[in-house]
């Protein structure tokens, strides 16, 4: 024994509560080493405001659920006072079952940066945990039906760089007969800005927008086969002030869908196809009253798509299209480059009342159709009015073959136009 603790014998330690001081000295320098590493993180997210979906256990090994560690880590970063940044990190691969990261947050600002990669999970799991959560309903809910769904978020700015999102859309795209869910929902998002963002394969629509108002996405990337099943790249509902500009969209359905209760939507630079093209509605479904105006779409290519520039309405349906406008448009061998479809979904079946259709403008079309009609203006018996075709240039893509206009109640005027089409006065 050290003398320093060489007691007189009569004051001698017993020998079992020298040995527990002993562990408790080792412990306690045990603890004083270790303790700040336990801090560290916490202590790093507090003075940068950043917020690793790491530090709250997601294990970014593709086969863990990491949905609790994302909704825990987004709890602290929608409850922080200062502008925080939620981090899913580079080399990870996230897995996720379906998470809402919902607002309002406490700081002005909110941003997320996806470095890694999100995966959802296949249609059999996917499936087995909306059961287990909700007994007593088969297949999916209104919860469930969405990978990530962000509510009530104001000022939100997404940058996607380095990062992606895979629907694992294959699981799903067989079965007929499923509700099938969506990849990302935006809903009641305020002056929000996405960027540089990859989405591929969703089993449905891969991104929505619900009643959201200035909104800006740049430079997305959506894929998925030009087979796959109502795979819409961008569905946007009563939404107001949108711009989706500088983006490359492949996938089954429309590459842009705009429906009931939008305005002042904007597409410019987008590069779409296979697709069904950008697409105003379906509008009027159920006998609804529907209405979208002020939409202008420019300098965008359509290749190998279904449609290019469309505007289709259900019969029975009322309200109005107005305010349209496609513009410098490229057409590689797409079908359908121009058609107003007031018939949609009505097969055959007749049907009194139809949306009013006017103020379309179609200027600056150039390239080739892959069906004889080029340009169909199908209007209701009620007509379409003030419909403008200028400048536009679209012959067929099979040599020596013709391309033609085909009008029906259309009123407006063509100039400049190839093929020819006689709109009435």
Request: charged share 15%; proline share 5%.
């Amino acid at each position: 024994m050290s003398p320093l603790l060489n007691f007189p014998k009569d004051l001698a330690m017993p020998t079992s509560l020298f040995s527990n001081m002993q562990r408790l000295m080792t412990f306690v320098l045990i603890l004083g080493f270790v303790s700040p590493c336990l801090c560290v993180r916490s202590r790093l997210s507090t003075e940068t405001n950043t917020y690793n979906v790491i530090d709250y256990g997601a294990h970014g090994d593709g086969k863990s659920d990491d949905s609790g560690a994302f909704l825990s880590a987004w709890k602290d970063t929608c409850g922080a006072q200062q502008t925080p940044t939620l981090v899913i990190p580079p080399k990870g691969e996230f897995l996720l079952n379906y998470i809402t990261l919902n607002g309002p947050c406490n700081a002005p600002s909110v941003n997320i940066q996806l470095q890694g990669k999100i995966v959802a999970a296949g249609k059999n799991e996917w499936i087995k945990v909306s059961e287990i959560k909700n007994p007593k309903t088969k297949g999916l809910t209104n919860e469930t039906s969405n990978l990530i769904v962000i509510s009530n978020v104001t000022n939100l700015s997404i940058d996607g760089s380095g990062g992606s999102i895979d629907g694992y859309g294959s699981t799903w795209w067989n079965c007929h007969a499923c509700e099938r869910p969506t990849i990302l929902r935006f809903k009641f998002c305020n002056d929000l800005t996405v960027s540089n963002l990859t989405i591929t394969n969703s089993p449905k629509a891969h991104i929505r927008i619900n009643s959201c108002e200035n909104a800006t996405f740049s430079d997305i990337s959506i894929r998925a086969p030009g087979d796959s099943p109502n795979t819409d790249g961008f569905d946007i509902y009563t939404s107001k002030n949108i711009l989706i500009q500088n983006s490359t969209i492949q996938c089954g359905d429309d590459c842009i869908a705009i429906s009931g209760g939008s305005s002042n939507i904007s597409a410019t630079g987008i590069s779409c196809g296979p697709g069904h093209g950008i697409s105003i509605g379906s509008l009027g479904r159920n006998k609804a009253y529907d209405t979208v105006e002020e939409v202008h779409v420019k300098n965008c290519t359509f290749t190998n798509t279904e449609n290019g520039a469309r505007i289709k309405t259900v019969p029975g349906g009322s309200g109005y299209a107005r305010k349209i406008t496609f513009e410098n448009i490229t057409l590689i061998d797409s079908d359908n480059p121009i058609i107003i479809d007031q018939y949609y979904g009505s097969y055959g079946k007749a049907e009194s009342g139809a949306l009013n259709v006017s103020d379309v403008v179609f200027r600056g079309f150039s390239g080739t159709s892959a069906k004889e009609k080029a340009i169909t203006l199908n209007c209701s018996p009620s007509g379409c009015f003030d419909i403008v075709l200028d400048h536009v240039d679209i012959v067929s893509s099979k040599p020596g073959k013709p391309a033609s206009c085909s009008c029906n109640n259309a009123h407006g005027k063509a100039t400049n136009t190839v093929p020819e089409c006689s709109l009435s006065s």
